[in-house]
């Protein structure tokens, strides 16, 4: 362990080295806010899922509408409001203290003055406030999320009614509260001050304790990898003052040469580099087991935390590309209630009285006779919201993987039995084709078109080659 003298104004490393760090420790808000700022893992371990699961945009569908300018107006609003950028650190937040909230306000700008936060927003005037969402921490928060510890009550590990945000206290339907993981009964977390959800460092503090001494052990080995061993013969005991210069001269010839230098040296002196490959091959395995144990901990795919490139190719690396597709889709769940508030939110927004009179003027066969807030709830009932590699393409693609190679695992068993045959070979040719563009799957862009015929006229025993059109 590096002294004190080395490393004291490092907080980090105090707090991670104390005495104190053994396995099943139970980390507070300081040393979780310091793992997220300082440790080389922190940001990757709470920030990286949520990008992940945030790492492609929704498919929006309005189905009761005649045309897509609803869906539109909605995703214009969600990005102006910057809802992405809230719900990821909202998750991130939720990832590194166990609890992270979600308030929401707005300012009357006839007035000028904020509307009451222990009071309830009216939806339909939303479009006449300026809105405004805000991520806090658990410190922020502290003393209004402990939960409800009576197993009898109906708020039973629950949060409350209502939070208290700087001494302000927000009304039920002004925040969400988002958990990492489910409270336990009377298992206090000091990351989030009360019995709530726990920090994604809970349990891999030690492991994350041992990553940092393989970050100074890779230093040392790169401090040590340009050292140069010379084996140079001992000037006996009666050298003079002349001999024993031209060996320091020598050394320090050695030292400043570089390439396109030459040195020379004796028939019996030797100079080589400092072997390092055993101690390198041991820090690479001991780095990829504390990696795995952080990750087994932090209750995520050891893949993403190694950030590796999963196999390519089909049927290679299917089985992690599985692994990781559930723990993003796992992730969405989790997000689940942000991203209903964040909707709720926008609908009211870009479905405004205004939109909905163009949309009246553009259909009035369909909504002529109907109210506006008829109109918005048609289209907030039949509002969907899908993640591309979630919908059924992705089920689809695996069907027509097999489907295109049990074709081709068909034609090169086939091939040798007809290589030297032009017409075997045009017939099989053909299988392949009209298999291939009769799979009901628009996978390529275009169908195959092979001349068939020009393989026919080639003579037997000459090899197979189509002229080009």
Known sequence: MASDGDYG?????????????????APGYELCKLIYTSHPLGAKIAGMPVDMALGEAREIRVDAAPDDEPAREFLRHWEYNGCDEVIAQ????ARVYGLAVLIFGAVDPATGEPVPTDQTLPLERLHQLDIYFNVVDPLNAAGSLVMEQNPNSPDFLKPPPAVTVGGRTYCKGRFVVLQNEGPEYLDYEGSTYGY????????CIYPLRSYLETQVANNQVAHKAGVLIAKVRQASSTANRMMQVFSTLKAEKLRISGNENVITIDKDEDISSLNLMNVDGSLSGVRQSIIEDIAAAATMPAQILKSQTLAQGFGEGTEDAKQIAS?????????RSAY?????????RAWDPGFIRAMRQKHPEEYAGKSDETIFREWRDSFTAR????TEDAE??????KKYRIILDTARLLYPMVQNSPDGMASLLEFVQTNINNTGDSLFVGELDIDTDSVRAVPPGDPVSIPPQ
Request: overall charge positive; aromatic content about 12%.
């Open 387 to 390: 993640w591309p590699s979630e």
């Open 340 to 348: 209903g508030f964040c909707d709720t939110v926008t609908m009211r």
């Open 327 to 335: 723990y993003i889709a796992g992730r969405r769940r989790w997000l």
């Open 396 to 401: 689809a693609f695996e069907t027509t993987e």
């Open 196 to 203: 709530s959800g726990r920090s994604s460092f809970r349990r």
């Open 90 to 93: 909202l998750g991130t937040k």
């Open 9 to 25: 104004r490092n907080a980090l490393w105090k707090a991670m080295m104390g005495e104190d760090i053994l396995p099943g420790h």
